[in-house]
């Protein structure tokens, strides 16, 4: 079971969206694994309206979504921890140890170059178009874990 934790800022756009699109996925495709989220600085009382809307059009409810603060124990739990920015992937290396050696940036963890932007306080077209590169980038995130299962099941 691979556990995989989505770190963005304010744990109310982009990792909320990561961690749906990721579970959504999974359970489509039958993989043995699980998402959550965090945030560094969270905010609010659930993710931001544009970005329920966003989810939704992929079938994501993310109604449920709470934001919450990164911690060591989610650090210690998670086998891999991605963030949406290199600055992020930087902040949970320097914070928590037990990030170290399992922690990447998504675009650069799937080969890809950037960051995945904030849509907060942007219109909604904003949100669809992170949803949509979130999307893509979650569907090479779970080919690259399991890619090797693949291949060695043949």
């Known amino acids: 079971m691979h556990r995989v934790l989505f770190v963005c800022t304010g744990n109310a756009c982009r990792s909320p969206m990561a ?40 079938g994501v409810d993310l109604s449920s979504h709470r934001p919450r603060p990164m911690t060591h124990s989610l650090a210690e739990d998670a086998d891999l921890i991605l963030t949406m920015t290199r600055w992020q992937e930087e902040a949970v290396r320097a914070e928590f ?14 080969g890809e170059r950037g960051d995945i932007a904030d849509p907060f306080d942007h219109p909604p077209a904003v949100h669809g ?3 949509q590169r979130l999307w893509d980038a979650i569907d090479k995130v779970l080919e690259c874990l399991y890619a090797t299962a693949a291949v060695g099941g043949e």
Do not use: D, W
């Open 97 to 110: 140890a037990a990030a170290e050696g399992k922690t990447f940036a998504l675009l650069p963890f799937i």
């Open 19 to 58: 961690e749906g699109f990721f579970n959504h996925m999974s359970e489509q495709r039958g993989l043995p694994a699980q998402a959550s989220s965090a945030g560094l600085s969270p905010f609010g009382r659930s993710a931001v309206i544009e970005t329920l809307r966003a989810a939704q059009e992929y």
């Open 129 to 131: 178009r992170c949803a």
